[in-house]
T-cell receptor, first 116, second 114 residues
Framework: AQKITQTQPGMFVQEKEAVTLDCTYD???????LFWYKQPSSGEMIFLIY??????QNATEGRYSLNFQKARKSANLVISASQLGDSAMYFC?????????????FGRGTQLTVWP | DGGITQSPKYLFRKEGQNVTLSCEQN?????MYWYRQDPGQGLRLIYY???????QKGDIAEGYSVSREKKESFPLTVTSAQKNPTAFYLC?????????????FGNGTRLTVT
């Protein structure tokens, strides 16, 4: 089965600065997907960005980019030019093939606080 | 607008009572999922269904039951056998089951059992 590890329970960043949220993963699948979700205090889960295991380029979506290092099995989320509205819980997740196809496995999350 | 509707947003029950959480989607998605979220635990999969009239247990299915009689609906029943039912419950759906398929989530139901 897939395993996701997020080692930072909390992170703080000043507005307009960049921040990196760490994520490492473990899997025996050759083909898998990595995802980041944002969860504001309201509770909804917002999909941010996706990286496929065979993608050679790092994924980017606006201010979000995913620093994918396959050999290290890491998929860190980089948020550039942080905004106050970025304060939320961030989850790294992954899926894979076979019996796990379609299922998402989540890490425990990182609480990001952006201060003015 | 298409989306996933979970109701109610807050639910309170007495210990020993069964309770059913509603999840409806109008995205025409085949696959639907129920996750449980506890503080510091991330999301854990309870049940999932990839097609109508079929569903599979996830990692923490004990004390829960589901049905999938319609494509749009995937209700979750928290039974009295669930030892610690107080949690935040999230329903999700997906239009396909590939490695590149993100899940679309509802806004969640916060269940408190006393």
């Amino acid at each position: 089965a897939q395993k996701i590890t997020q080692t930072q329970p909390g992170m703080f960043v000043q507005e307009k600065e960049a921040v990196t949220l760490d994520c490492t993963y473990d899997t025996s699948d050759q083909s898998y997907g990595l995802f980041w979700y944002k969860q504001p205090s309201s509770g909804e889960m917002i999909f941010l960005i996706y990286q496929g295991s065979y993608d050679e380029q790092n994924a980017t979506e606006g201010r979000y980019s995913l620093n994918f290092q396959k050999a290290r099995k890491s998929a860190n989320l980089v948020i550039s030019a942080s905004q106050l509205g970025d304060s939320a819980m961030y989850f790294c997740a992954m899926t894979g093939r076979g019996s796990t196809l379609g299922r998402l496995y989540f890490g425990r999350g990182t609480q990001l606080t952006v201060w003015p | 607008d298409g989306g996933i509707t979970q109701s109610p947003k807050y639910l309170f029950r007495k210990e020993g009572q069964n309770v059913t959480l509603s999840c409806e989607q109008n995205l025409n998605h085949d696959a639907m999922y129920w996750y449980r979220q506890d503080p510091g635990q991330g999301l854990r999969l309870i049940y999932y269904s990839q097609i109508v009239n079929d569903f599979q247990k996830g990692d923490i299915a004990e004390g829960y039951s589901v049905s999938r009689e319609k494509k749009e609906s995937f209700p979750l029943t928290v039974t009295s056998a669930q030892k610690n039912p107080t949690a935040f419950y999230l329903c999700a759906s997906s239009g396909r089951t590939g490695v590149d398929s993100p899940l679309h989530f509802g806004n969640g139901t916060r269940l408190t059992v006393t």
